[in-house]
């Protein structure tokens, strides 16, 4: 397995490896226990972080250290138990501490990748002799424990209001570090998901499923910190329409695994354009670009990327901007697989084969695969040829102002819980090999010096920014420029 690969599996992000709620860890990366002096190395690097802006007579001091690691080819993550003595000290804005010699128990993550250190997690609290539950002492090293637990992720602060763009996930996490727990813990997360619930109209069969999605809801929280805390761009992450959904499950019923896996149709390389790109655009208010749609619980995004590149190359070369069926690809393209997946290269030539494309009043989208029932009386638009695009982001971006918005495919990782801004994830946890969505390209641009790509997404204006996607331009994050392509209408 190649080492970035076994990153993601170390971390808990690599697609399959985080297992559900309360359900059997799936094999992988192991922990061990280490002794105290082969933990000195990151605890060291924590305690440097945890004394960072303090004068050199106030600093915490480490006393002993516990732990385990889980290694994965060349990445390290570690799970430590920290005692620190803290110095007497009398500034409540620099010491967590106030009064004399005091000690500390601390939970800290730390990921050791090629020799650099990043500082995950880290929840400290005074030492306490009392004994709760489970027999851990009072203080950060239960808060840990409880919040892998599953149902007792705090966020009060935060309401699942799919028309709240403002309120984001980073307004609780300062509340993943309180210590010690209120008691209303659990209260508060059945408060959430029940706002959740509300606000995404979900309803679940018995009390034991509601249950088992609460569990889920709690998990996905937790994840959904780590790709926030990983992220480099400026994107919020947090509670969406599909936050009661396993990791499992939002990959079947709403990825497209095909492609990555198969070859596709060849088609011939589009000719670059020789201009430079403008600063930005965005063929949204250029009349170029039909409203969001939603795919459904189906794998279609292939059809949807499609369609989206057709509507506006028609509309460049004929002045009509029509909303074409995606349920004529679903059901008549026999190569591609429907809901379970396709490629655009594909679905290209099965539009050229058919003879052209009805549109969405016509034939209507229906989420399933039916029978094909295309008519070539009521195609309203047709395509000459399908060409690919340049993998060099410049002269996509150049071609995208020149000749029209782009179907892409890209990697979805973190995309189940984006809110909005733009998307910026660390390459090994959004490998571009690892393609499984299909989207478009419809603009660019930059937010406060950051480049991004506008992406139209297909789950719906109930998503991400009204159905948009930003993700970061210029690094080809996720894959972006990997299987970039368009129909050719003359």
């Not at 061990?32 to 004068?55: D, K, Q, T, V």
């Not at 007579?57 to 390290?76: E, I, T």
């Not at 929280?221 to 761009?233: E, F, N, P, S, Y």
């Not at 998503?463 to 209408?489: F, I, K, P, Q």
Request: charged fraction near 20%; hydrophobic fraction near 40%.
């Amino acid at each position: 397995m190649a080492p970035w690969l076994q990153l993601l599996l170390l971390l808990g992000l690599l697609p399959g490896a985080a297992p559900a709620p309360n359900k059997p860890r799936a094999a992988g990366a192991q922990a061990w226990e280490l002794a105290s002096p082969e933990l000195l190395g990151p605890a060291r690097f924590a305690l440097e972080i945890y004394n960072r802006g303090r004068a050199a007579g106030a600093r915490a001091a480490l006393k002993a250290v516990s732990g385990r690691v889980r290694r994965a080819g060349q990445g390290s993550l570690y799970s430590l138990k920290a005692t620190l003595v803290e110095p007497p000290c009398n500034d409540p804005t620099v010491c967590q501490l106030p009064v004399s010699k005091e000690t500390l128990l601390c939970s800290f993550e730390v990921l050791d990748e090629l020799g650099k250190h990043m500082l995950l997690r880290r929840d400290c609290g005074p030492v306490d002799t009392k004994i709760t539950g489970a027999g851990q002492p009072r203080g950060a090293g239960m808060a840990q424990i409880r919040l892998h637990s599953g149902f007792n992720l705090d966020s009060s602060l935060f309401q699942p209001n799919p028309d709240d763009r403002n309120d984001t996930f980073s307004s609780f996490l300062p509340l993943l570090n309180k210590d010690p727990l209120p008691q209303d813990f659990s209260v508060k997360m059945t408060s959430i998901f029940k706002d959740f619930v509300t606000a995404y109209n979900r309803t679940y069969e018995t009390e034991e499923e509601a249950r088992w999605r609460m569990s889920v809801f709690a998990s996905n929280m937790v994840r959904a910190q780590k790709i926030q805390a990983l992220d480099r761009g400026t994107a919020q992450y947090g509670v969406t329409k599909f936050s009661d959904l396993t990791e499992e499950e939002f990959r079947t019923i709403y990825l497209n695994p095909l492609l990555k896996e198969e070859p596709g149709q060849k088609m011939p390389l589009a000719k670059s354009i020789s201009d430079l790109p403008p600063p930005e655009w965005d063929w949204r208010s250029k009349g170029a670009v039909t409203k969001v749609k939603d795919q459904g619980m189906c794998g279609s995004c292939w059809a949807f990327s499609v369609t989206g590149n057709v509507e506006g190359q028609w509309f460049l070369k004929r002045g009509a901007l029509l909303s074409l069926s995606e349920q004529e690809l679903l059901d008549c393209d026999k190569v591609d697989k429907a809901c379970l997946g396709g490629l655009p290269s594909n679905a290209y030539s099965a539009i050229k084969i058919l003879g052209g494309l009805e549109t969405e009043d016509d034939y209507s989208y229906r989420g399933h695969l039916q029978t094909c029932n295309f008519s070539a009386e009521k195609a309203k638009v047709y395509i000459n040829d399908s060409v690919e695009l340049s993998k060099n982001e410049q002269k996509l971006a150049a071609w995208l102002a020149k000749k029209g918005p782009v179907s892409v495919a890209i990697n979805a990782f973190g995309m189940q819980f984006y809110r909005h801004g733009i998307s910026h994830p660390l390459r090994p946890l959004c490998s571009p090999w690892l393609i499984d969505h299909a989207v478009l390209l419809v603009g660019f641009g930059n937010r406060s010096a950051v480049p991004f790509w506008a992406i139209k997404n297909s789950w719906g204006t109930d998503w991400g920014e009204e159905g948009y996607y930003y993700l970061h331009r210029g690094s080809g994050a996720c894959g972006v420029n990997t299987m970039a392509s368009s129909a050719v209408v003359n």
